[in-house]
């Protein structure tokens, strides 16, 4: 690659975080594209692109980004196999189980009868969540099986065929927090513990849940980054659980990750450390 490394920004919805990192871009004398993938034509054709880092909010709108990047020979972050990967909470769940790590019990059901059998294994209380979402949409805590039926019977309404798969876990007796970490190539640049609000029983920021500095153990370093590569993430934030008998669960990881929260409680520039990875990786 001669000259300035071309960067592209490719976004849906551009939040603080896709500002953020256009600023940081500029700020490294890269060169910026900002792409709005809602008014594009992707023409799989060859582009003076050298990067495409993927902001997409809609997981599919991330997924084709990423892919139609790939196809005309450009490096995309995150790759699509692992936007998909992660996008997807099956496919999630099962790649951290064949990477050895530590997850919630799980069982799947891929529809309400599976599910309901997949729930007497699990147990009560249980948690339910479809495949595919974020911000906790749609993720149910199951008292009783009234609250299951009802779940079910919302799912049932809904016209995508993979929301009648139901993700079934024990119910994690969280300590009003879980922990978020963010993972850039082989570095885990910061944790925050994320506080729920007194007004919901999930941790997500989205939904109220207060973003705290935690403190960066051996141990959290190392199943954030063996989560991060169990779906081939290069820039991803990991979602861990702690039990009551201090071990750590691997929740979730996301593909298109947000950092406000971290920023903010940590002080650290993660919208730079990425850029700066972005850039370092045209030239491997
Ligand atoms: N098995 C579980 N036990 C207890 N709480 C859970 C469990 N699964 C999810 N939660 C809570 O719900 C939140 C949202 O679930 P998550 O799987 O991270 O979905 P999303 O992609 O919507 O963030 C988590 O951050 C956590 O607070
Ligand atoms: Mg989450």
Redesign the pocket.
């Given at each position: 690659m001669a000259g300035k490394p071309v960067i592209e920004i490719a976004f849906d919805t551009p939040r603080l975080e896709e500002k953020l990192l256009a600023k940081a871009v500029a700020a490294k004398g890269a060169e910026l594209r900002l792409t709005n993938i809602k008014q594009n034509v992707f023409t799989l054709q060859k582009t003076s692109l050298d990067v495409c880092l993927v902001r997409c909010v809609s997981l599919y709108s991330a997924i084709h980004t990423a892919a139609l990047r790939e196809g005309a020979g450009v490096r995309s972050i995150n790759s699509s196999e692992s936007i998909f990967l992660a996008g997807d909470?099956v496919l999630t769940v099962s790649r951290l189980r064949s990477a050895n790590l530590p997850i919630?019990r799980?069982a799947v059901g891929l529809n309400t009868r599976a599910a309901e059998k997949a729930l007497e294994k699990v147990g009560l209380p249980?948690?339910d969540?479809p495949p595919i979402?974020?911000?906790?949409?749609?993720?149910a805590?199951v008292r009783d099986i009234d609250d299951f039926k009802l779940v079910a019977e919302h799912r049932e309404m809904l016209p995508s065929s993979y929301m009648k798969t139901h993700?079934i876990?024990?119910?994690?007796?969280?300590p009003n927090r879980?922990i978020r970490t963010i993972v850039i190539g082989e570095e885990v640049v910061g944790a925050i513990y994320?506080y729920?609000s007194s007004n919901d029983?999930?941790?997500?920021v989205?939904?109220g849940?207060e973003p705290v500095q935690a403190f960066l153990n051996d141990e959290l370093v190392e199943i954030s980054l063996r989560a991060a590569k169990a779906v081939k993430g290069d820039v991803v934030s990991i979602?861990v659980?702690e039990t009551t008998d201090g071990s750590y669960?691997v929740?979730?990881v996301?593909g298109v990750p947000e950092f406000k929260g971290l920023m903010k409680a940590t002080g650290v520039n993660v919208p730079e450390k990425i850029i700066d990875y972005v850039i370092a990786s045209t030239r491997r």
């Open positions: 909470k919630p799980t249980a948690v969540k979402g974020s911000w906790g949409r749609l993720i805590l993700i876990q024990e119910y994690i007796d969280l879980d994320r729920r029983w999930r941790t997500n989205a939904l849940g979602d659980f669960l929740n979730e996301n």
